[in-house]
């Protein structure tokens, strides 16, 4: 029964839309194989070098130094040194990212661990992120000079028989310090990155990717069972003694076949550009998610009096799942609540076992396994759907 | 024989069917009439074991309902929509059909050419069905709920929205199917297209029997 169910049901669906989505899919396909190999995400950078402004009242030799210091850094295009109104109407052309004002007798007032004027900081939103970025830098500079002064006091009698007088060894080590400090961050020796832990933009979209058609294959399965129902065929197999368990496994076995379709170009594309991929796992994870949303396509059929709003609904539920799930945005970027609430969605068990695999690490079993119990929820949804239908049928 | 005891249907608390009992012989026709609402379609879905019924006793040449199998088995239903596939052709539909009903192989084919022949469809079977006209597809849908050649056949409004050339096909084919010794339960709208056929006719008003008339056809 279900064979000839499957016969009629994949012989019904093969029309124009199949047609044009088997397109959409090789010229992905095609695509992937053009562009893959030659993105490099990894070379792109966050955001290009920056400038500054320097309003120097102090003109000490710190002053000159933190100057200089910044100058070399490789994410500084240039800095200004100016008077404010120059500064500020640089800032005001978006020339500048931020003016750094040094107030008059900055170097003396921290020496003598004297109340000292702050350092003055004018910022440009148009550019907050940056901005932030080097805010954070100044308020380490502005630590680190305190750090550098209490080495200095705590030391402060040994070292001086080593220099002509007080004042001399108080520069020569505030220099000492203040160099130091910024050449560790010049050099990034001060940053511990784990660059292995980054998340991996290719591999991401083509996770991502595959997700949203495995997903988008169970439309197909709701338009049939719209199309059943409205036409009275699926009320004249049931009246032939068809069992619903029979529609639910030639509808869900039709999705599969033009999963199958649709996949076996761009797996084979995939299977080139990753040679190392746990194919395997890529496949269990793609066929978990066809099931659960094919699954949850059915319930959405049976449940919903057909028509256009439903098919909309689901349209949006699927793009809802992928988000939860963390194929439009990364999870980890996604408010705690959609995080938590993500968990429990297949794309998002499908997403992450697909960006495992691409990078071939392997799964565990539970790991597969998991994403079989939404699936197994639908399948409920569907029978409850199934017995709804059959109870206020829409005679 | 058909017997339908005291049948009872609500949708959701609404009564649509309120205790509605009647017989059907072999080689007769029964029609159903009523206006919007007045349980057609409902009786015939519940006869058709489609929709369970709330309360009441149905049994086919004395198989209950509740033997689903061996019941179905006897029935031949056509709705009231083209409930076949608009890409297979009219032979190729028919074929399925037939092949629902567990028939293979050769008893499949002459099911399939007996059937077609019945229904007048023999003409145009090689056509795929959303190329017929709506007339050859009403007539493609009887022949559908003839393959088997089941003792009872329940139609379903099988004349709406078509000319009156089909119309006259689709009617004489019934008329026939009394010839054989066929039981035919007909629901339509309109009381005078069911008088041209029918043996008995029963209008359904809220739900129950409202009034019976015989016929000479």
Redesign the interface.
């Known amino acids: 029964m279900i064979v000839k169910l499957l016969r009629l049901y994949v012989r019904d669906s093969w029309n124009s839309r199949m047609l044009a989505f088997f397109l959409a899919v090789l010229l992905l396909t095609a695509f992937l194989l053009w562009f893959l190999p030659t993105w490099q995400p990894e070379q792109s950078s966050f955001f290009t070098p920056v400038s500054l402004a320097f309003v120097d009242h102090d003109r000490s030799f710190i002053s000159r130094l933190m100057v200089d210091q910044f100058r070399g850094f490789d994410y500084v295009a240039s800095i200004y040194v100016e008077t404010l109104a120059e500064a500020e109407q640089r800032l005001a052309q978006n020339e500048v990212l931020l003016i750094i004002i040094i107030p008059e007798g900055f170097y003396e007032q921290s020496t003598r661990g004297q109340q000292r004027d702050p350092i003055i900081v004018h910022l440009n939103d148009r550019m907050p992120t940056e901005t932030a970025i080097f805010l954070r830098l100044i308020r380490n500079l502005a630590d680190s000079i305190v750090a550098t002064q209490s080495a200095f006091f705590a030391f402060y009698d040994f070292l001086l028989p080593l220099y002509d007088d007080g004042a001399a060894m108080t520069k020569a080590v505030d220099a000492a310090f203040t160099t130091l400090f910024f050449r560790l961050i010049g050099r990034k020796s001060m940053l511990d990155i784990a660059e292995g832990q980054a998340l991996s933009t290719t591999r991401f979209v083509v996770s991502a990717l595959l997700c949203l058609l495995a997903m988008i294959t169970a439309l197909p399965i709701l338009l049939l069972i719209q199309q059943d129902r409205r036409s009275g065929l699926q009320d004249r197999l049931v009246a032939a003694h068809v069992g619903w368990h029979h529609f639910f496994l030639a509808r869900q076995l039709t999705g599969l076949i033009w999963l199958a379709a649709s996949f076996v170009p761009i797996l084979t594309a995939l299977f080139h550009l990753y040679p190392d991929m746990d194919r395997l796992a890529a496949i269990i994870a793609i066929l978990t998610l066809y099931w659960s949303a094919a699954t949850l396509a059915q319930a959405v059929g049976l449940i919903f009096t057909p028509g256009e709003p439903v098919v909309l609904a689901a349209w949006l539920g699927i793009l809802a799942l992928l988000l939860l799930g963390g194929c439009i945005y990364p999870r980890q970027l996604l408010p705690d609540i959609l995080r938590q609430i993500g968990r429990a969605v297949p794309p998002a068990w499908a997403q992450q076992q697909l960006y495992r695999a691409l990078a071939g690490q392997t799964s565990s079993l539970p790991d597969l396994v998991l994403p079989t119990l939404p699936a197994l929820a639908a399948a409920v949804a569907v029978y409850w759907g199934w017995r709804r239908c059959r109870q206020s049928s829409e005679v | 024989m058909l017997i339908v005891s005291d049948l009872h249907k609500a949708?959701?608390q609404e009564p649509v069917l309120q205790g509605v009992s009647f017989s059907l012989k072999p080689a007769a026709i029964l029609g159903i009439c009523g206006s919007n609402g007045a349980g057609k379609?409902?009786l015939i879905?519940v006869i058709?074991?489609?929709?369970?019924p709330d309360r009441g006793r149905l049994s086919l040449m004395g198989i209950p309902s509740a033997r689903?199998?061996e019941y179905?088995?006897l029935?031949g239903?056509v709705?009231?929509?083209?409930?076949?596939?608009?890409?297979?052709t009219v032979r190729q539909n028919l074929a399925?059909?037939a092949?629902?009903?567990g028939l293979a192989g050769a008893s499949l084919k002459r099911a399939v050419e007996e059937a077609a022949e019945f229904a007048n469809v023999t003409a145009f079977w090689n056509k795929p069905l959303g190329r017929c006209s709506g007339g050859m597809a009403r007539r493609t849908n009887l022949a559908?709920g003839l393959v088997g050649s089941p003792p009872l056949l329940?139609l379903d409004e099988p004349t709406a929205g078509i000319d009156e050339q089909n119309r006259d096909l689709i009617l004489d084919t019934v008329l026939r199917l009394k010839q054989r010794g066929c039981m035919v339960l007909m629901v339509n709208h309109y009381h005078q297209e069911l008088a041209l056929v029918c043996d008995r006719i029963i209008t359904l008003k809220d739900g129950v029997i409202a009034e019976t008339s015989a016929h000479d056809c």
């Open positions: 949708y959701k379609s409902t879905h058709a074991t489609i929709l369970p689903a199998g179905r088995r029935i239903f709705p009231q929509n083209i409930a076949l596939s608009p890409r297979l399925f059909w092949s629902i009903k559908a329940l």
